[in-house]
């Protein structure tokens, strides 16, 4: 398996930390609102990286966090923690708000066909993880206290920026000319961080009392102190959006090697944005979605996927409804062909044709050599076209067995895609129902449309079966 590797700044091969296993940690979401289709692409890449690793025979133990506490409106100092914005506009508890955009977020994952993560921590139950990271700091002489926190001295780490292939300095220019202009009083570097926030005497609730103050912990010392907890000290894998890199990431590396002496983590995955009719998403555009908003436009969840999936992971995703709509009707061209395929051949000779089997495997090693390759999705895709335009063409002389083969790779590649191909492998229908679906095909085709709307009658009436006709071909299932 090859992947770019953030920290290395290119593609490599990858090698486990111990034999056949995968070691992989993934920035979940800050659960104060819902997951927009944005944020969702991070975790549709980090499934699928994980499947590939799963594919090629790896044991994969995959962590992926929800924020319920620390993360503040900026990624950087300043504002208020966005949990804590969204209970008090609410005038609902940070438990209450962090539970229910937990339950969606979940809920959106599993509609994905995401392969869930061992473990989901949140930082309101790692305190103590958290504190004892904290303390392994201050012993080492990194932090200083100032009116609002306990802060990271970011100029005490040698290797700070790396990810960003940034020296301290270019870092902090960096940052003072892009994403932040002020600091906290008492800071001494732009670049510098809160691992403890210090809060008023009046916040009562996600608060604790502790030797460095009464407060709440800062969101990236969270994430190294719950990777290292279920990872380990090093581990393989630390996955996430392109916008981390610059502070989330970087601090992670920072605070996580100073304090164990040793390298955090061997790859760094990160995915390119999603913009929506080539703009940033942004509430003052209105043009933010979410899973549940293209549901109630009448899109497949999987056409979302799919989408997101005939891009490659490292370019920008332009979403438009245009696009979506295009992705629904390959897809269902997918899902018709494996139906098609399902019923092909059932009354013919079953006699296999070892060219076309030769055939089938080499664009089978085509699909997985691209998807091994830094997951080269696009091409992974348009092989797995190249298989369903050959096997049309020569369909009328193909045999059950040959059909077979094709369903068999498809079936595999969805290993890895995670489209549901398999919802669509029909097997256990009556012969005749098989005949009257295969008649009515061949009616539309010759443009009879009202004999064929008779077999569609016929078919619901008394076989309970429903027919739709996609623009990517007719799709059928058990009424
Ligand atoms: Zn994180």
């Known amino acids: 398996v090859k992947i770019y590797n953030t920290l290395k700044h290119k593609k490599v091969s990858f090698k486990p930390m111990a034999e056949g296993q995968v070691k992989m940690y993934t920035c979940g979401p800050t659960v104060y609102y819902f997951a927009h289709i944005g944020n969702m692409r991070s975790y549709v890449v980090a499934d699928l990286l994980k499947r590939v690793f799963i594919y090629n025979g790896y044991k994969v133990k995959h962590i992926m966090n929800l924020t319920d506490v620390g993360h503040l409106v900026s990624d950087a100092n300043l504002g208020e923690d966005k949990m804590r914005l969204t209970a008090h506009s609410e005038n609902k508890s940070l438990r209450e708000i962090a539970d229910e ?21 949140r930082p309101s139950e790692h305190i103590t993880e958290i504190l004892n990271l904290i303390e392994i700091l201050e012993k080492k002489g990194y932090l200083y206290t100032v009116e609002t926190g306990v802060y990271y001295d970011t100029s005490k780490f040698k290797r700070y920026g790396q990810l960003m292939n940034l020296n301290f300095e270019e870092l902090n220019k960096y940052l003072i000319g892009g994403i932040r202009i002020e600091r906290p009083a008492g800071t001494k570097n732009t670049t510098d961080f809160a691992v403890w926030r210090f809060v008023k005497p009046e916040e009562k609730d996600m608060v604790w009392n502790t030797k460095y103050g009464r407060g709440f912990p800062g969101w990236h010392i969270e994430c190294s102190a719950m990777s290292m907890k279920y990872l380990g000290e090093h581990f393989d894998i630390h996955t996430g959006g392109i916008d981390h890199l610059p502070i989330h990431h970087t601090n992670e590396i920072a605070q996580s090697e100073s304090a164990t002496g040793k390298r ?68 269902n061209g997918i899902y018709s062909f494996v139906e098609k395929l399902s019923l092909h051949g059932v009354n013919k000779e079953n006699n296999p044709n070892p ?22 999705t696009p091409l992974a895709l348009a092989k797995l076209h190249l298989l369903i335009s050959k096997t049309n063409k ?38 005749e129902v098989e005949m009257l679906i295969l008649e009515r095909e061949q009616l539309r085709k010759e ?33």
């Open 355 to 376: 060219k076309f089997a030769t055939l089938v495997s080499r664009i089978k090693v085509q699909f997985i050599k691209s998807i091994n390759d830094d997951m080269n």
């Open 101 to 121: 955009y937990s339950e969606l977020f979940i809920k959106d994952m599993k509609r994905l066909n995401l392969i869930m993560p061992e473990t989901m921590p």
């Open 447 to 479: 443009r009879k449309f009202s004999e064929a709307d008779k077999i569609r009658s016929i078919l619901k009436n008394e076989h309970n079966i429903e027919i739709e006709d996609t623009e990517g071909g007719s799709i059928w299932h058990k009424a």
């Open 394 to 431: 020569k369909l009328d002389k193909l045999s059950k067995a040959d059909t077979e083969l094709v369903l068999e790779a498809l079936v595999d590649f969805d290993r890895i895609l995670g489209l549901g191909f398999s919802e669509y492998l029909k097997q256990d229908i009556p012969k």
């Open 264 to 331: 955090f983590v061997n790859y760094w995955v990160h995915n390119e944005f999603l913009q929506v009719d080539g703009k940033k998403m942004s509430k003052s555009l209105r043009n933010v979605y979410t899973l549940q908003d293209l549901i109630e436009k009448g899109y497949k969840i999987n056409s979302y996927k799919y989408l997101v999936l005939s891009a490659h992971y490292r370019t920008q995703l332009n979403f438009t409804f245009e696009s979506l709509k295009n992705a629904e009707n390959t897809l």
